[in-house]
């Protein structure tokens, strides 16, 4: 048997995050075909974020809307534990 390791992030309906998963809760498909899961565990990983911004003439419209759910991201992954780095780039 191979494993391999697959990070994920369940979130419920108010963006708060659901822990406890055992692996009959998982489903993952391999080219259509369901693959087992063994093993299902929760922990906190660092992590390194990069956001990539559209600044072009085409997007000058929709420019609110960007900042404001990039700094909503933001937001919501200053709230997870361990060293975190976030690159804005224009």
Known sequence: MRLVNLSVSVYDHGGRPITGLKPD???VLENGSAQ???VAGSEEVPFNLALLLDLSGST???RPAMK????AFCRRRRTRAGPRRIAVYA
């Not at 404001?68 to 700094?71: I, L």
């Open 25 to 27: 809760q998982f489903e």
């Open 60 to 62: 000058i419209r929709d």
């Open 36 to 38: 087992k899961v063994a």
């Open 68 to 71: 404001e759910a990039a700094a």
